[in-house]
């Protein structure tokens, strides 16, 4: 079988007289080279940089301006109330602090998140242990950590660990600990807390757990196996926005304090639990969250 073979146009009479030789490529000179070189690395460790970040599963810290539209969001829809354009400007995103893109948003990377945000106050503020008459009072944080659970709250104080070897940290839950208990822990000196919403609001009102000295506070963003947040489990949902609005709305607006979101926030601002099913109760809703049964109740904190 013959194969067939493109054949081009018969050349003209005179055309190859005529035609003029491809100059060849001008050798490039060593500059071009490394320039080229250098160029083509910078492009692979950009991509190896990339495929280590989609493979290790790394979360990217939301920007300020993200954390304030979720926020707000969480705010309006948890509470039924539009806010003016006057309360929506009071708000800013130098209230938010945007955390290291250079690192992941989980347990073992907090303590080093804190330790880039407070800088070379670090020692001073996170620390030292001893009270300072005038400045620091005792059971008043410069960190304050709100969780939806006690064990949540214990598992992320193990990422702070290096930071709480001089001056430990108090834990605000009621999950096994007394008030009693906690307001005698808060007569020494505390650089870091976390808690629950609804004992650390306890504490607050009965002035046992000051924020005159609070910097910090980062809302722990992680969904249990439910797929439930501190956003949208409903009971410390609303435990989380009495407390906020009874203390630190104002320390907010006055710039006195900042909010970090810590973990990711789901894309199109909206966080959902799974409904949950149970023989002994049916499945409904309120505003799109689903109701928490009383018999799962135990497994997170509640007020005494």
Not at 84 to 96: A, N, R, Y
Request: aromatic share 6%; proline share 5%.
């Amino acid at each position: 079988m013959v194969s067939l073979k493109k054949q081009g146009s018969p050349r003209k009479k005179g055309s190859q007289k005529n035609s003029k030789p491809l100059a060849p490529k001008a050798a490039k000179t060593k500059h071009e080279k490394e320039k080229k070189k250098k160029k083509k690395t910078t492009n692979d460790n950009k991509e190896t940089k990339t495929d280590e970040n989609s493979k290790n599963g790394l979360v990217q810290p939301a920007s300020a301006s993200e954390q304030l539209s979720f926020f707000l969001n969480q705010f309006r829809s948890a509470n039924d109330i539009q806010l003016s354009s006057l309360e929506l400007e009071s708000i800013k995103e130098s209230c938010f602090l945007e955390l290291s893109k250079s690192l992941d948003q989980d347990v073992k990377t907090l303590g080093n998140h804190m330790q880039e945000a407070f800088g070379p106050s670090l020692k001073e503020v996170l620390y030292e242990k001893q009270l300072v008459e005038g400045k620091i009072d005792p059971g008043c944080p410069a960190v304050l950590i709100i969780t939806t659970s006690a064990l949540r709250s214990i598992e992320l104080l193990r990422g702070l660990r290096s930071l709480t070897t001089e001056c430990h940290a108090a834990k605000l839950f009621s999950k096994h600990m007394k008030v009693e208990e906690q307001v005698s822990l808060l007569k020494n000196r505390v650089n870091i807390a976390s808690g629950t919403p609804s004992r650390i609001k306890k504490l607050i009102d009965v002035e046992a757990l000051g924020i005159s000295r609070l910097a910090l506070i980062v809302l722990d963003m992680h969904s249990d196996v439910k797929g439930y947040s501190l956003f949208t489990l409903p009971q410390v949902r609303d435990e989380f926005w009495d407390l906020y609005k009874s203390y630190f709305d104002q320390r907010l607006l006055e710039g006195d304090l900042q909010v970090c979101l810590y973990g990711p926030i789901p894309d199109g601002h909206v966080l959902k639990g799974h409904s949950i099913r149970s023989d002994d109760t049916e499945q409904n809703s309120i505003r799109g969250y689903a109701l928490w049964p009383l018999s799962h109740s135990l497994s997170y904190d509640t007020p005494p």
